[in-house]
């Protein structure tokens, strides 16, 4: 019988001797477009601080003002001790502006895509997920009771297959807003008018596309006139914090609250975070200029890199990854880039498809035109 000391060292064996080992490494903190490292800084362009709003000095406020008024925990679950009038106003707020009747706060993006799909699916249930949906979601679906299928991604015509068959049960229809690895995003309008021909109900995660799309940064199912059932918002990219919200209608809400795991033996939020969280709604509100920025460097990125030797993704967001293939090759090239104090991490399988490895380049608002040209300039003079 093997021992568990030598079941762990087996498998880590097994990691190390591939290129897929993964390491941490110890940061001094970050304003979205610097990265300090012990070793000095680097243009940080692996950040989902999108707007780079971590760093806003009426947001940082905002919490401090909650944390002298709240403290610095919430103390417990939101059914016993930890729901607020800072989470109550939050909620609030967030269904008043993306339009819909309630708002229930989650400690992070992965519990609430894991505690909504948990506490809505039962055996008789299928879940029909866009393959390249994010891994909070897919591993929610496949360990839930219900009978769990893939569609092509962004394929109307595998979807249209799917949702073809009869099934006694409910279907749930799951994919991203903006999908985290690719850059591209979901044709949502298509999607919502096949979900509901087959009365069936529509789930988006779109934790990339709110703060960035749409009229005030509502996101992409407002920039397409589309109202999923069920929409996951977090908080850990364009609003520069973390935590996430379900936003859905009342009846959702009031379910959720009694059977959803995740929310139920959690310990809520901070306080003081919601506090922050609801001056980051109002920058966010108010951020066209913001917008504005980060599209312009957007542009002007996906512009300049063409004349560069690398397989660029079809990609109009913030997430512009450029397609390396050998696993190797991309680690490598993410290590030489660092020695330019460039910072892009190289983003391997599983988390992507197998020759899929790729540098994942995130912009900001906060990038300049220069430290694009100095990142174009890395890229062209790394010998890869």
Known sequence: M?????????????RRSTSLWRNRQVHQGSDGRLLFTSDGQYLNFSSNDYLGLSRHPQIIAAWQQGAEQYGVGSGGSGHVTGYT???????????EWLGYSRALLFISGYAANQGVIAALMEKEDRIIADRLSHASLMEAAIHSPAQCRRFLHNNMGSLQQHLAKAYAGKTLVVTEGVFSMDGDCAPL??????TKSTASWLMVDDAHGIGIHGDEGRGSCWMQNVKPEILIITFGKAFGLSGAAVLCDEQTAEY???????????????????????????????????RERLQNNIRYFRREVQQLPFVLMNSETAIQPLIIGDNELCTALSHVLRQKK???????????????????????????????????????????
């Open 256 to 290: 959720l609250l009694q059977y959803a795991r995740h929310l139920i033996y959690s310990t809520a939020m901070p306080p003081a975070q919601a506090v922050a969280l609801s001056e980051a709604v109002q920058q966010i509100r108010a951020g066209d200029e913001l």
């Open 342 to 384: 460039v910072w892009v991490k190289a983003i391997l399988p599983p988390t992507v498809p197998p020759d899929g490895a790729r540098l994942r380049i995130t912009l900001t608002a906060n990038h300049t035109q220069h430290d694009i040209d100095t990142l174009l300039e890395a890229l062209h003079g790394s010998g890869c």
């Open 189 to 194: 309008e298509a999607i919502a008018q096949q």
């Open 2 to 14: 093997m021992s568990w000391s030598d079941s762990l060292s087996r498998r880590l064996a097994e």
């Open 85 to 95: 009038v800072a989470h109550n106003i939050l909620e609030q707020q967030l269904a």
